[in-house]
C-alpha cells in the first residue's frame, strides 16, 4: 500500500509556470506506475499524464502535451509535475494516482489506479 500527497499548487497568472509534487509513502514506490489527474469545477475527474515504473516512459494528454512534464526520483519517491504555459483552462485541482497491479502503460483511465492523493489546487488568471 502507497500514501500520496501533493503539493506545490497555486494562483498563477496564464503563461506562468507551476511545479507540482507528490511525496509516496510506504513501500516499494518504484513497483507503482504514476498518473496525474485533474478535475475542473463542475466537469469529470481528467487524465493528465501518465508516468512509467523507471521512469523512462511518459503520456500526456493532448490539451497539455508540449507544455506539461511528469518526472519521478524513485530514490526519493516523489513524482513531479512540471508545468509550464500555464492556461486558465488548467485551472482544477490536480490529484497524483499510483497503481501497481496492471502491468501495462500507459494507464489513463481514472479507475485503473488504486491510490489517490488530496489533490492540489492550481488556478490561473487570465
Known amino acids: 500500500q502507497v500514501q500520496l500527497m501533493e503539493s506545490g499548487g497555486g494562483l498563477v497568472q496564464a503563461g506562468g509556470s507551476l511545479r507540482l509534487s507528490c511525496a509516496a509513502s510506504g513501500r516499494a514506490f518504484r513497483s507503482y506506475a504514476m498518473g496525474w489527474f485533474r478535475r475542473a469545477p463542475g466537469k469529470e475527474r481528467e487524465f493528465v499524464a501518465a508516468i512509467s515504473w523507471g521512469g523512462s516512459s511518459t503520456y500526456y494528454a493532448d490539451s497539455v502535451k508540449g507544455r506539461f512534464t511528469a518526472s519521478r526520483d524513485n530514490a526519493k519517491n516523489t513524482l513531479s509535475l512540471q508545468m509550464t504555459s500555464l492556461k486558465p483552462e488548467d485551472t482544477a485541482v490536480y490529484y497524483c494516482?499510483?497503481?501497481?497491479?496492471?502491468?501495462?502503460?500507459?494507464?489513463?483511465?481514472?479507475?485503473?489506479?488504486?491510490?489517490w492523493g488530496q489533490g492540489t489546487q492550481v488556478t490561473v488568471s487570465s
Open positions: 494516482a499510483a497503481d501497481s497491479r496492471r502491468p501495462k502503460f500507459p494507464l489513463t483511465s481514472w479507475d485503473e489506479y488504486d491510490y
